[in-house]
């Protein structure tokens, strides 16, 4: 079953500005991840939040989790062509696995 | 540095014909294993997953079957493909259960 759904669906920025993406979920959890994947390309680990953090920081991502909310966003700083991907956020239930959400299909245009 | 491979890239199957996707890691022991499978622009669905050799623990019920015969290989298998088993198939792995996940690349299934 799907824990994470992420808002919005889809994604279009100019090069330069920032993006915002959100989650929520529906249970508790250990931790929260984000991915990031490229067209037909496998996923790659971006960023892991913890129950217990509110705030982590990675380069140009900020990620934030409101566990009163059961949210989580993912804040892309200065956003560049690269950075045109899925991303998807995933949530670690203590139950040996990731439950992904759906994605969110981010365009960066030139 | 622990890399992870994935094999074939893409496959084309008629329906009812035998599958075998393997994957292996390398770098590190004991890794949980996993395999997802991936429909066209959704996200992802945990088909097996393992602990260890031997153990496999079944996500979703279908027609398709997992082993883990070595450490750090895992292989997802189907005796008869079906029109509803194209797709991505991914695999990954992790250090503990829960954590960061290292995806292989991908094999695209497409079952005519």
Redesign the interface.
Known sequence: S?QGEEDPQALSIQEGENATMNCSYKTSI??L?WYRQNS??????LI?IRSNEREKHSGRLRVTLDTSKKSSSLLITASRAADTASY?C?T????????????ITLSVRP | SQTIHQWPATLVQPVGSPLSLECTVEGTSNP?L?W?RQAAG???Q?LF?S?GIGQI?S?VPQNLSASRPQDRQFILSSKKLLLSDSG?Y?C?WSVV??????????T?LTVT
């Open positions: 799907q250990n931790n991840q037909g390309r496998g996923l790659v680990h892991l998807f995933a670690d239930e203590a139950n040996s696995k990731l439950t992904f959400g759906k994605g | 949980n996993y997802y959704r996200g992802l945990l997953y602990v623990s996500e991505f991914l990954a259960s829960g954590g960061e996940q290292y995806f292989g690349p991908g695209r």
